[in-house]
Nanobody
Framework: LRLVESGGGLVQPGGSLRLSCLFSGLAFDYYAIGWFRQAPGKEREGVSCISSSDGRTYYADSVKGRFKISRDNAKNTVYLQMNNLKPEDTSVYYC?????????????????WGQGTQVTVSS
């Protein structure tokens, strides 16, 4: 199983980015997928997750109303649409996969991780 993130970059405050997580492997629709981020000197935190079964989603309070997670099972891809970005959103963003997961933002539950993509929000 391999996860590859893309879509990061430099954006001004108030701007938007869409991150993609491409899943290479079998049974993508049986995995919950989570987006996490980690800034220098800080712990990795759950940003948004989507369950494997019913599409249930989770959002951290800091991103509610600004970020939207979605999955396209035909393309083995999960997206994170990020709008109204703020400087405090600056971080490395990782996607992760959890077999049969319910989409909870617990780092320890995700066994498979991508390499991360840098998001920088700055004027």
């Amino acid at each position: 199983l391999r996860l590859v993130e893309s879509g990061g970059g430099l954006v001004q405050p108030g701007g938007s980015l869409r991150l993609s997580c491409l899943f290479s492997g079998l049974a993508f629709d049986y995995y919950a997928i989570g987006w996490f981020r980690q800034a220098p000197g800080k712990e990795r935190e759950g940003v948004s997750c989507i369950s494997s079964s019913d599409g249930r989603t989770y959002y951290a309070d800091s991103v509610k109303g600004r970020f939207k997670i979605s999955r396209d099972n035909a393309k083995n891809t999960v997206y994170l649409q990020m709008n109204n970005l703020k400087p405090e959103d600056t971080s490395v963003y990782y996607c992760a996969a959890d077999w049969g997961g319910l989409g909870y933002p617990n780092v320890a539950e995700y066994a498979h991780w991508g390499q991360g993509t840098q998001v920088t929000v700055s004027s």
